[in-house]
T-cell receptor, first 116, second 114 residues
Framework: DADVTQTPRNRITKTGKRIMLECSQT?????MYWYRQDPGLGLRLIYY???????NKGEISDGYSVSRQAQAKFSLSLESAIPNQTALYFC???????????????FGPGTRLTVL | AQSVTQLGSHVSVSEGALVLLRCNYS??????LFWYVQYPNQGLQLLLK??????LVKGINGFEAEFKKSETSFHLTKPSAHMSDAAEYFC????????????FGSGTRLLVRP
């Protein structure tokens, strides 16, 4: 979805390096999410944010941190990258569908990260 | 706790054949259910979602899914497969509360044979 962009799209780094993945959205949504995808495991939630001042840990937040710089920007950092953080990372945004009392998440194209 | 099980990591069908991708969920509260599709080198795109209205949900690209509470299932079907349907499909569940967090299944890769 072109409304959700991620940079970089691919990154190769070395163990111990600090890495930042960035996500921007033009959908005007308040909610933003970071997931990682590993083969055979589906997507797992790392962090989520319901607004600029509301950041929450997901199921696998250890080794990661996030920053919500603005409504439209949500960054994921790996303070000291390790090889088992090699994965495909997705950012998503959502807004509440008041008619259905739920929201729909819209995903960016992903960042493929390799940690050597 | 909620969980999703997708039976079959790979499903292969011939072009024109029925597509059936299976999803079973576990939830202690009424769930919302979703199917997403991921084409190669792309993000996930919503196919359809169940939000407690009609149990038969129609989505994009001719896909539909039926919510069956008694079977805790939300299987995805399409009457006639196209080559362009080849992709990975993810079933997901969320709670009918304020968290709106999605729990994803492990995915099923659909292969379409000419």
């Amino acid at each position: 979805d072109a409304d959700v962009t991620q940079t970089p799209r691919n990154r190769i780094t070395k163990t111990g390096k600090r890495i930042m993945l960035e996500c921007s959205q033009t959908k005007g949504h308040d909610r933003m999410y970071w997931y990682r995808q590993d083969p055979g495991l589906g997507l797992r939630l790392i962090y989520y944010s319901f607004d600029v001042k509301d950041i929450n840990k997901g199921e696998i937040s250890d080794g990661y941190s996030v920053s919500r710089q603005a409504q439209a920007k949500f960054s994921l950092s790996l303070e000291s990258a390790i090889p088992n953080q090699t994965a495909l990372y997705f950012c998503a945004t959502s807004d509440v569908d008041s008619a259905a009392s739920t929201d729909t998440q819209y995903f960016g194209p992903g960042t493929r990260l390799t940690v050597l | 706790a909620q969980s999703v099980t997708q039976l079959g990591s790979h499903v292969s069908v011939s072009e024109g054949a029925l597509v059936l991708l299976r999803c079973n969920y576990s939830s202690s509260v009424p769930p919302y259910l979703f199917w997403y599709v991921q084409y190669p080198n792309q993000g996930l795109q919503l196919l359809l979602k169940y939000t407690s209205a009609a149990t038969l949900v129609k989505g994009i690209n001719g896909f539909e899914a039926e919510f069956k509470k008694s079977e805790t299932s939300f299987h995805l079907t399409k009457p006639s497969a196209h080559m362009s349907d080849a992709a990975e499909y993810f079933c997901a569940v969320s709670r009918m509360d304020s968290s709106y967090k999605l729990i994803f299944g492990s995915g099923t890769r659909l292969l379409v044979r000419p």
